[in-house]
């Protein structure tokens, strides 16, 4: 039977590894966009960088409510959904410091500079999405 989680759990779900996450945004014409994304944590807030032509990009302008979903893949299984607000940044500063705590994570040491200077150059943004409700399951299965 599923369980709840408690806040240390879905840190630790969320924090784990180099698990994607999926963001999930509406199109301007109304359908539904979900791509996988890197993503880092800043306490409760999930720090998203992307191009800002993009349809990941694009979306949060313009609608700012988003859902974010991660999940461990091995039994017994569990997932974190996060229903938020993005809020979007082109300052340099915090392009840098969002996208640096990215590829920490993903790359650790190794290629993070070149990460980063692809990361923050011309047209790429940087979202700190503030979770408003969070839906935790653990023991899915198994």
């Known amino acids: ?4 989680m408690t806040p240390g ?11 994607t996450a999926v963001l999930a945004t509406t199109r301007a ?3 539904p966009h979900a791509v996988p994304v890197w993503f880092a944590l800043d306490d409760e807030d999930v720090l998203i960088n992307t191009s800002e032509d993009s349809v990941t990009g694009r979306a ?3 609608d700012p409510r988003v859902t974010v979903v991660a999940g ?3 039994p017994p299984y569990a997932f974190v959904m996060g229903e938020g607000v993005a809020e979007m940044s082109r300052d340099a500063e915090d392009i840098r410091w969002g ?6 994570r993903y790359l650790g040491g190794g290629g993070s500079e070149e990460f980063l200077r692809y990361a923050t150059g011309p047209g790429e943004v940087f979202f700190r999405v503030r979770r408003a409700h969070v839906v935790a ?6």
């Open 1 to 4: 039977m599923p369980e709840e």
């Open 137 to 142: 399951q653990a023991r899915i299965a198994g």
């Open 99 to 104: 996208t640096a705590e990215i590829a920490r």
């Open 9 to 19: 759990q879905r840190r630790a779900v969320l924090a784990d590894g180099t698990r």
């Open 60 to 62: 949060p302008q313009r």
């Open 72 to 74: 461990d893949e091995a």
């Open 29 to 31: 014409d109304g359908r």
